[in-house]
């Protein structure tokens, strides 16, 4: 079969020309977006009369037959007819005869892929707001059953002050958050319908796109025929977010990497999301976090590809814009691998709460609050720091920690000190006496759960309607 736009060419395309232009290889990941929004537009052209109801009927029965070998994986693509469009149209007409040549009516190929990938980038985002919830429900749950755990926060990456746990947890359900309501701010610019504005300003037939728009679910529809066609915004919005994602994930997959390691010994892995070694038969690695880590990079890679295939790109659609769909693919990808992984990884991670009580009480991350102590005694805190300074310099050089001193050398540094000075270091003490909103003290951590699970009610319910919308 000839090709379908080949009445104007004379030659038959170089067969390397086909294999480099072809796009099937790749996009046929949008089959049933492609069939999607065929069968609405074709609703809309019976609808205004555009079409006979005999022509629709028959064209709509033949794309259920088609979406139906796509499905069974019985359509075969072929490089030689370019893209998905063009596939999926030759199918039809195969199906139903000459009258599926109709289907095009009204529209090109550069208003169908635009469709297209709206279509499909809208139901990834709503099911990356779902598995990210599954990931904060994980985190809640270990901030749940660690309510009490104390270890050592740390600032560039040297102990600092003494948190609770269940703090550390909840700073990245907090990340997660955010990245949930990116993903859900996006959503509304992704629900944008650019079919009909044709391959660049629109169409001579008496087409609806706002009955179009109502068949597939969107909110609404390009307002300029020229930007429908060449916006790919929606695009990048979500590899940017990705990227986002992809690094909240990397910090927290580098601290289980610490945490799990002997010098740690903070955490320690369910070996099911742990592989061993070829050679050393005691080694448990933890592959999983250190392959999200990795994995990073390569959506990092794909949001500046992108940004750059558009760079300095004339109105409307060009070739170039092909390029925008390996990086979305793969970033699909990997992200859904990764927030699939991660959820059950949380959950079934067990806390050696010892160990880190062990490290808070050979440290000096109890400091501050002596000098936050002699303030409330008086001392201005410049000064208390420089006595501190010095108190922790004679531990080190006496090989002691702060609670180890006798009441007689804490008064060698200040005669402010008193027996009240043990209470104020006790690593319970330090915590709970940060009662802020938003600090580590109990009460304050216990109340942001609070707060979270509410909020996470939320998102569970956003996703259920808007999954249901997507389907």
């Not at 390397?16 to 990941?29: G, H, N, P």
């Not at 000064?383 to 006496?398: F, N, S």
């Amino acid at each position: 079969m000839s090709k379908l736009w080949g009445g104007r060419f004379t030659k038959k395309t170089d067969q390397l020309v086909e294999e480099y232009t072809a796009s099937i290889t790749f996009d046929k990941e949008l089959a049933e977006e492609d069939v999607q929004g065929s069968l609405a537009h074709v609703a809309m052209l019976g609808k205004c009369g555009i079409l006979p109801a005999e022509d629709v009927e028959t064209i709509t029965d033949g794309l259920h037959r088609v979406l139906g070998k796509i499905r069974r994986g019985e359509l075969e693509f072929s490089v030689s007819d370019e893209d998905i469009h063009m596939n999926i149209e030759k199918a039809l007409i195969e199906d139903v005869g000459p009258v599926g040549g109709k289907l095009h009516t009204g529209r090109s190929r550069n208003d169908q892929v635009a469709t297209d990938m709206h279509l499909y980038l809208r139901k990834r985002v709503v099911g990356f707001v779902g598995l990210l919830g599954k990931l904060q429900e994980a985190l809640i749950g270990q901030a749940k059953a660690n309510a009490e755990t104390i270890l050592p926060g740390y600032t560039h990456l040297q102990r600092a002050q003494p948190i609770l746990f269940s703090h550390h947890m909840m700073a990245y359900v907090a990340m997660f958050g955010r990245d949930i309501e990116r993903l859900q701010d996006s959503y509304k610019r992704i629900n944008v319908l650019p079919l009909g504005a044709g391959a660049l300003a629109g169409t001579t037939f008496p087409i609806d796109r706002h009955f179009t728009a109502g068949q597939l679910g969107f909110d609404r529809v390009y307002e300029n025929s020229l930007d429908a066609v060449s916006d790919r915004d929606f695009i990048l919005e979500f590899l940017s977010n990705a990227s986002m994602i992809m690094m909240h994930l990397s910090r927290l997959c580098e601290e289980l990497v610490l945490w799990s390691s002997t010098e740690f010994a903070f955490v320690e892995l369910d070996d099911a999301f742990c592989t061993g070694s070829s050679i050393m038969p005691q080694k448990k690695n933890p592959d999983v976090a250190e392959l999200v880590r990795g994995k990073t990079g390569r959506v990092y890679g794909n949001l500046m590809g992108l940004l750059t295939v558009l760079k300095s790109l004339p109105l409307a659609y060009n070739k170039d814009m092909q390029e925008d769909k390996e990086g979305m693919f793969d970033t699909v990808k990997t992200l859904d691998g990764a927030l699939q992984l991660f959820a059950p990884m949380i959950a079934t991670m067990k806390v050696n709460k010892d160990r880190m009580r062990q490290a808070v009480n050979q440290d000096f991350s109890n400091a501050t609050d002596i000098a936050d102590y002699l303030v409330n005694k008086g001392m201005p805190f410049r000064q208390a720091h420089e006595v501190i300074g010095k108190t922790v310099l004679y531990c080190i050089q006496q090989k002691k920690y702060l609670l180890d001193l006798s009441m007689a050398e804490f008064n060698e540094f200040s005669k402010l000190f008193g027996e009240d000075i043990y209470t104020v270091l006790q690593p319970e003490h330090v915590v709970n006496a940060r009662n802020v909103y938003g600090g580590t003290a109990s009460v304050q951590v216990a109340a942001a759960v609070e707060r979270a699970e509410q909020q996470l009610e939320q998102t569970v319910a956003w996703f259920e309607e808007y999954a249901e919308k997507c389907k």
